[in-house]
């Protein structure tokens, strides 16, 4: 028995440990998508995927909780400045990587004080859009796998919003009113790509290959956040010589394996219960 046993979990191991999407993610067709993050550029984690998704058929949504609104060192910007700025940058990207604008919401919550937020509030919030949008796929921060990954304020924020809401909107008697007053349904989203992962968690690469230059566009159009913008902003359009510094340097941020450009994910599909798990 005690030999059955072992053998059993021998054999189970590799099943806990590597998850993998049924489908490889590139040739996703029909799913609705949504990603949470905390900041008008967390979706560059994923640009390159989001993009290649909308494109085959899919439909991405995007909802970032904060407008971003302290994210530089220019003394001379306005918090309700850079949150404009912020936004424009985000459409642009999204634009970029084919991504429709009115898929994308912002919650409007400060950058920097996300943990401080009512939590029943922001989560009844992404609650009712998961409730309204009804994605079969979820990407957000990774809130680690066995033990608690860090991820700098606000992220680590979205990570645990994300996983507790994508909890609470499959349980009808949770936020009820938005059932019975508002005509939502409770809603399970069964799979997730999480990314932020540690390396070793990582257990999906999508080839991103022929969304790599419109991911490089995308990023660069993040004024404030890779040229000199970040000291002093002086409007979104840069000189060529610097427009080339931005494409330079945002290329450094694109991943490689065997050869081809990738995103790295941790892939996790079950109840939302054990997405730590
Ligand atoms: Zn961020």
Not at 48 to 65: C, H, K, M, P, R
Not at 71 to 98: C, F, H, W, Y
Not at 126 to 154: C, S
Not at 219 to 248: C, F, H, I, N, T
Request: charged residues 25%.
């Amino acid at each position: 028995m005690r030999t059955y046993r072992i053998f059993l979990l021998l054999i189970m191991i590799p099943c806990l440990s590597f998850s993998q999407p049924d489908v490889p993610v590139e040739e996703w067709t029909g799913k609705t998508i949504l990603l949470i993050g905390a900041h008008p550029d967390d979706d560059a984690y994923s640009l390159g995927t989001l993009g290649l998704l909308q494109s085959n058929g899919n439909e991405v949504y995007i909802a970032i909780l904060t407008t971003g609104n302290v994210g530089t060192q220019d003394p001379d910007l306005s918090m309700v400045d850079l949150a404009n700025i912020r936004k424009l940058e985000e459409q642009a990207a999204l634009a970029a990587v084919g991504i429709p604008l009115d898929h994308y919401t912002n919650f409007g919550y400060d950058d920097g004080l996300l943990e401080y937020e009512n939590k029943k509030e922001v989560v009844a919030k992404l609650v009712r859009l998961i409730r309204q949008v009804r994605p079969d796929v979820l990407f957000a921060f990774d809130p680690g796998k066995g033990e608690q990954r860090w991820h700098k304020a606000d992220h680590r924020s979205a990570s645990y919003l994300a996983a507790d809401a994508a909890r609470a909107a499959m349980w009808p008697l949770l936020f009820q009113g938005q059932i019975t007053m508002e005509g939502l349904e409770a809603h399970t989203i069964e799979e997730y790509l999480l990314f932020d992962s540690a390396e070793d968690d990582k257990n999906t690469w999508v080839d991103i290959s022929t969304f790599k230059d419109k991911k490089i566009t995308a990023m660069s159009q993040y004024v404030s956040q890779w040229s000199s913008g970040w000291y002093k902003y002086e409007g979104p359009d840069l000189s060529a010589e610097e427009a080339e510094q931005v494409r330079d340097r945002v290329s450094k941020r694109i991943h490689y394996r065997d050869g081809k450009a990738v995103e790295g994910f941790r892939h996790y599909k079950g109840l939302p219960d054990n997405i730590g798990r």
